[in-house]
């Protein structure tokens, strides 16, 4: 393992620009802070190309862990022990961890995500519109995993999916759900194209939630929070759902109404399973 002592080093000044997401799309890399985070992406195969660590800051687990991951990992994988001064400048925010992975974006297109789709059971996939928040997409891919949503994909995004705070929000549960970005126009046709029944959650649906049906090869869609959704996701086939609201205000929070959402669906295929 190299050791890296300066600050001026042309690799760490390459790494504090891919704290801007204009240099992670211009370079198609992306940092991962976090032991469980970069755990999550190898276990995944996500293409990992760097391990920046600093033992200073490290707990005897992640110093061993490190030590196991260079021992038995592929010469493809590089390894960079790192001062303290130049880890905190290296890291996203505060971590403890001592640990952090560059990785190589992955683009995938609609047709990879629908060859990734499950054939033995009716999928669900989650599908956001200009979501601006990297907070709120990061909780929405944890709540997808969690209720085993088969695909997540960004119309018109309002933040960068690799963001380090997308990342850390989906406590590295990006790497396990098939993302990827489209325009508008193009998710529509490749709904249609595909015979999947799209659920638009609107504060003025006509359905409520728990009348949709989402044991059938489904898609649920989600706006942000300041313009909900587009006319992209309106009339034609689309489903308006809505959540009933008691109070004063009208709408939840994006992350609360995906996370309901996606379990309602979960709950109806359950169901639906226990009964056969």
Not at 34 to 59: M, N, W
Not at 126 to 142: D, H, S
Not at 181 to 210: F, K, M, Q
Request: glycine share 6%; aromatic share 8%.
């Amino acid at each position: 393992m190299f050791r890296l002592t300066s600050l001026q080093n042309q690799r760490i000044k390459e790494i504090v620009r891919l704290r801007q997401g204009k240099e992670r799309r211009k370079m198609h890399r992306f940092l991962i802070d976090g032991r469980r985070e970069i755990r999550r992406a190898i276990s995944q195969k996500f293409p990992v190309e760097e391990i920046f660590f600093c033992p200073e800051l490290a707990d005897e687990e992640t110093k061993n862990w490190v030590i196991q991951l260079e021992k038995t990992s592929s010469h493809a994988l590089h390894f960079w022990e790192v001062t303290e001064n130049i880890f905190t400048k290296i890291a996203y925010g505060q971590r403890e961890d001592g640990v952090l992975a560059v990785a190589k974006s992955v683009k995938k297109t609609l047709d990879d995500i629908y060859h990734q789709l499950p054939t033995n059971t009716p999928f669900r996939i989650a599908i956001l519109e200009g979501v601006e928040k990297p907070g709120n997409v990061g909780a929405i891919l944890r709540s997808a995993d969690g209720a085993g949503i088969s695909a997540l994909i960004l119309a018109s995004p309002g933040t960068d999916l690799f963001n380090p705070n997308t990342i850390r929000a989906s406590l590295g549960t990006i790497f396990s759900v098939p993302t990827c970005v489209a325009e508008p126009e193009e998710i529509i046709s490749w709904l249609n194209l595909h015979h999947i029944t799209p659920y638009a959650a609107r504060v003025d649906g006509a359905i409520p939630y728990t009348d949709a049906d989402f044991t059938i090869p489904c898609a649920i869609i989600l706006g942000s929070e300041a313009w909900g959704l587009s006319s992209h996701f309106s009339g034609g086939n689309i489903q308006p759902i809505f959540l009933p609201m008691c109070g004063i205000a009208d709408s939840l929070n994006v992350s609360t109404s995906a996370a309901i959402l996606f379990y309602e669906s979960l709950r109806q295929q359950n169901l639906i399973s226990t009964t056969r």
